[in-house]
């Protein structure tokens, strides 16, 4: 079964800092993934998603994120960190059911 | 167009009583789904449908019911609600198919059940 695994529930880095996500996935076809991003209180929303074109996915607010089939891994990154970026961090996986699931998620902290 | 809505946004319910969580959404998408989120355990599929008339089951359906007879609307049902359905609820909606998926979110439901 499709599953993917978030490490690290929390992380924390200083302004302008760069930004690592980790996201390993599993899946015995070619995967659809995703990074969703959740603001407090509110619903997700994509950042960026991978289909099967590019391995370097460009997605909003700086975000990107390279998909390494040899790792299976899908880690979301963007080069200096702002304060704006504080949220949740979710990574996605399509399953050949049409099913879409949800890593554990990651809480990002910006330092000043 | 007014996305994916969700009603109600807030709900207490006591031990045993039902309830059903709407959702709703204008963008004629084929793909709708259920999920709860809970701390520290991300988003779990509860159910999901690909289409008017075809649902199926997610991570963790038990408790839960779902019916899909029109395109735009995707209500999930508690029939007997525990204190374990204590969560937030959020429904999704997307196109299928070809490279899509990419699933646009509702606001979401807080429920909590004493």
């Known amino acids: 079964a499709q599953s993917v695994t978030q490490l690290g529930s929390h992380v924390s880095v200083s302004e302008g800092a760069l930004v690592l996500l980790r996201c390993n996935y599993s899946?015995?076809?070619?995967?659809?993934l995703f990074w969703y991003v959740q603001y407090p209180n509110q619903g997700l929303q994509l950042l960026l998603k991978y289909t099967s074109a590019a391995t370097l996915v460009k997605g909003i607010n700086g975000f990107e994120a390279e998909f390494k089939k040899s790792e299976t891994s899908f880690h979301l990154t963007k080069p200096s960190a702002h304060m704006s970026d504080a949220a949740e961090y979710f990574c996605?996986?399509?399953?050949?059911?049409?099913?879409?699931?949800f890593g554990s998620g990651t809480r990002l902290s910006i330092r000043p | 167009n007014a996305g994916v809505t969700q009603t109600p946004k807030f709900q207490v319910l006591k031990t045993g009583q039902s309830m059903t969580l709407q959702c709703a959404q204008d963008?004629?998408?084929?793909?709708m789904s259920w999920y709860r989120q809970d701390p520290g355990m991300g988003l779990r599929l509860i159910h999901y449908?690909?289409?008017?008339?075809?649902?199926d089951q997610g991570e963790v359906p038990n408790g839960y019911n779902v019916s899909r007879s029109t395109t735009e609307d995707f209500p999930l049902r508690l029939l007997s609600a525990a204190p374990s359905q204590t969560s937030v609820y959020f429904c999704a909606s997307s196109y299928s198919g070809g490279a899509s998926y990419e699933q646009y979110f509702g606001p979401g439901t807080r429920l909590t059940v004493t």
């Open positions: 996605a996986v399509k399953s050949s059911a049409s099913k879409i699931i």
């Open positions: 449908s690909v289409g008017a008339g075809i649902t």
């Open positions: 963008m004629n998408h084929e793909y």
């Open positions: 899946s015995s076809v070619p995967p659809y």
